[in-house]
């Protein structure tokens, strides 16, 4: 057995981003959907603003987690 300790697939983490990011962005468009359905706002700017955060939210879990990939090299 190694005496190293067992460091977590790299690749397994890489592969993950796509779908948490594609989470984060789903969730924040639906919730200002949803805003825009219940307030009835014609131009959607709830559905505007709240993907926007959800893809600046999700950029920033995937630097943080590339960061800490390298980091750990």
């Not at 603003?49 to 800490?68: D, E, K, P, R």
Request: net charge positive; glycine share 6%; hydrophobic share 45%.
């Amino acid at each position: 057995m190694d005496s190293k300790k067992r460091q977590p697939n790299k690749w397994l983490a890489l592969i993950t981003i796509p779908f948490q990011m594609g989470l984060v962005i789903f969730g924040f468009s639906y919730l200002g959907s949803w805003l825009d359905e219940t307030n009835s706002n014609v131009e959607e700017t709830n559905f505007k603003i709240f993907t926007l955060i959800g893809v600046f939210i999700a950029i920033y879990q995937v630097i943080s987690q590339v960061n800490q990939i390298n980091k750990n090299k």
